[in-house]
């Protein structure tokens, strides 16, 4: 499950991408269109495409994450309390009460 905060990114780095495509879309276009006026040849204007595409092709390389944007939540430990002896269970008591107030203080360093 992402976090809102990835879940913006992707969002931010999807509408980049799209923009890129967009625009060689569009300039496509007026490409085509330069060409059907006469204001440049052809052959010109085919280079110039390829140009473009290329370039919009690197510029949406780059702007895909090549790592995880964060990395996985941490797993709680599992832990069997009923085979615990007396002395682990206090101690995971009071281990417990301690995070319990350092959460309390607004720190979250638990792990």
């Known amino acids: ?13 999807l509408a980049g991408i799209g ?5 060689a879309e569009k300039a496509d276009e007026i490409i085509k269109e ?11 204007g085919k280079a110039l495409n390829e140009e473009l ?9 780059k702007a ?3 790592e995880p944007l964060a990395a996985p939540p941490k797993k709680a ?8 002896s007396r002395e682990e269970r206090e101690a995971l008591k009071k281990k417990l009460e301690e995070l319990e107030a350092k959460e ?3 720190k979250d360093d638990i792990f």
């Open 34 to 44: 330069l060409v059907k006026k006469g204001e440049i040849t052809v052959e010109q």
């Open 19 to 23: 923009a890129v495509a967009v625009t």
């Open 77 to 84: 430990p599992e832990v069997d309390v009923d085979a615990m």
């Open 64 to 66: 895909q994450p090549t």
């Open 1 to 13: 499950m992402l976090t809102e905060l990835e879940a913006t990114l992707k969002k931010v780095l």
């Open 104 to 106: 309390g203080d607004g």
């Open 53 to 61: 595409k290329h370039r919009a092709q690197e510029a949406a390389k």
